[in-house]
């Protein structure tokens, strides 16, 4: 009986160790090849790997929410060819052996393009715990993460737009722009925007966008520009790039600022960029061109930002649209979509 027994409290045991030990398999994306020109399906490889059982002090992360941005395009020029795509992502730690992060808890994730992952806690960010139920996780990647902390820091840190000053922003209806042109709207400045379609546009008319323009099918882009603020602008927030800033620049205010957070019109360029605009402009226009990315901001400053942004949004001073794509499958076919302008604010993935 004795004998037994122990066989059965020990198959017990066993039994609980084995699920507890249970493999997953996370399925990631990699870069096959290296992005000539527009990236294509044929550059991507989707890859299943076995994760090992978590060791002390470490999560295992699925991912809910998956963002992809313009500036993945060029970081992938970083990554060697079968490395994972990367990125963040909300995700939720489904198994724990750190007490700090029980299961359950829902954490900003700088995992990349998988749907598991393993972390010893370091790079994670829990989502508040006052987290509105009114608003969706996945805003976190957007208008209160990464895409509005550029928007807000850009705008008034580099440009220092302030109340009666004429902003123009392009990409307008973009993860960026859009939040950069209602933060805008509400410092009390007059906000022109350009988008790539007629549905944007009146996108950004609901926003409350003092102007808003069709790039694509304007006559003149100089004349568009002069009519929507004769006086010029006094801050010009850049996502774009390339020829619309050559245009743009010449009209500035004297002492104009200019926040240069990308130039998406290049990224799939294989040709020789255009020249930049003429020296004599930016010397007697006496303009300060400033490049950035929104990690120089942590800390205090970033908590504080984070928590405005999330005021606004819950005030309805600050709206916000996702660009919805359903399956971990279509991570790809979601970030070349975003490149090309399909979406109307931000690209989110949901797993």
């Given at each position: 009986?004795?004998?037994?027994?122990?066989?059965?409290?020990?198959?017990?045991?066993?039994?609980?160790?084995?699920?507890?030990?249970?493999?997953?398999?996370?399925?990631?994306?990699?870069?096959?090849?290296?992005?000539?020109?527009?990236?294509?399906?044929?550059?991507?490889?989707?890859?299943?790997?076995?994760?090992?059982?978590?060791?002390?002090?470490?999560?295992?992360?699925?991912?809910?929410?998956?963002?992809?941005?313009?500036?993945?395009?060029?970081?992938?020029?970083?990554?060697?060819?079968?490395?994972?795509?990367?990125?963040?992502?909300?995700?939720?730690?489904?198994?724990?052996?750190?007490?700090?992060?029980?299961?359950?808890?829902?954490?900003?994730?700088?995992?990349?393009?998988?749907?598991?992952?393993?972390?010893?806690?370091?790079?994670?960010?829990?989502?508040?715990?006052?987290w509105p139920d009114t608003l969706p996780l996945s805003l976190t990647l957007g208008t209160i993460g990464m895409?509005?902390?550029?928007?807000?820091?850009?705008?008034?840190?580099?440009?220092?737009?302030?109340?009666?000053?004429?902003?123009?922003?392009?990409?307008?209806a973009g993860a960026v722009g859009s939040v950069v042109g209602q933060i805008a709207k509400i410092k009390g400045?007059?906000?022109?925007?350009?988008?790539?379609?007629?549905?944007?546009?009146?996108?950004?008319?609901?926003?409350?966008?003092?102007?808003?323009?069709?790039?694509?099918?304007?006559?003149?882009?100089?004349?568009?520009?002069?009519?929507?603020?004769?006086?010029?602008?006094?801050?010009?927030?850049?996502?774009?790039?390339?020829?619309?800033?050559?245009?743009?620049?010449?009209?500035?205010?004297?002492?104009?600022?200019?926040?240069?957070?990308?130039?998406?019109?290049?990224?799939n360029s294989t040709r020789p960029l255009p020249p930049g605009p003429p020296p004599e402009v930016i010397i007697?226009?006496?303009?300060?061109?400033?490049?950035?990315?929104?990690?120089?901001?942590?800390?205090?400053?970033?908590?504080?930002?984070?928590?405005?942004?999330?005021?606004?949004?819950?005030?309805?001073?600050?709206?916000?649209?996702?660009?919805?794509?359903?399956?971990?499958?279509?991570?790809?076919?979601?970030?070349?979509?975003?490149?090309?302008?399909?979406?109307?604010?931000?690209?989110?993935?949901?797993?």
């Open positions: 009986m004795l004998c037994g027994a122990i066989s059965t409290s020990f198959s017990r045991e066993w039994n609980l160790q084995a699920r507890s030990f249970k493999m997953v398999h996370a399925k990631s994306w990699t870069l096959k090849k290296h992005f000539e020109g527009s990236p294509t399906s044929s550059n991507f490889e989707l890859k299943t790997v076995e994760l090992p059982p978590l060791k002390n002090g470490e999560v295992l992360l699925e991912a809910l929410f998956l963002t992809v941005d313009p500036y993945m395009r060029l970081a992938a020029n970083k990554l060697k060819e079968g490395d994972m795509m990367m990125g963040e992502q909300v995700a939720r730690v489904v198994e724990s052996k750190n007490s700090a992060l029980p299961a359950g808890t829902v954490v900003l994730a700088p995992s990349g393009w998988t749907t598991h992952s393993i972390s010893d806690g370091k790079q994670l960010e829990k989502v508040p715990a006052d895409p509005g902390l550029t928007a807000y820091f850009g705008l008034l840190d580099i440009c220092g737009a302030k109340s009666g000053q004429t902003v123009l922003v392009n990409a307008a400045c007059k906000v022109v925007g350009a988008a790539g379609s007629d549905d944007k546009v009146a996108y950004l008319k609901k926003l409350g966008f003092d102007v808003a323009f069709n790039y694509k099918t304007v006559k003149s882009l100089e004349e568009t520009l002069k009519k929507a603020s004769p006086d010029g602008y006094d801050c010009y927030f850049d996502n774009v790039g390339g020829e619309f800033s050559n245009i743009v620049i010449p009209q500035m205010k004297k002492f104009g600022r200019i926040a240069i957070c990308g130039a998406i019109s290049t990224y007697y226009q006496q303009l300060r061109m400033e490049g950035f990315i929104v990690s120089r901001w942590q800390g205090d400053v970033r908590h504080k930002a984070l928590k405005e942004l999330q005021k606004w949004v819950s005030e309805g001073k600050i709206q916000y649209q996702e660009y919805v794509t359903e399956g971990f499958e279509n991570m790809p076919a979601a970030f070349m979509g975003m490149l090309k302008g399909d979406n109307l604010g931000k690209t989110i993935v949901k797993v």
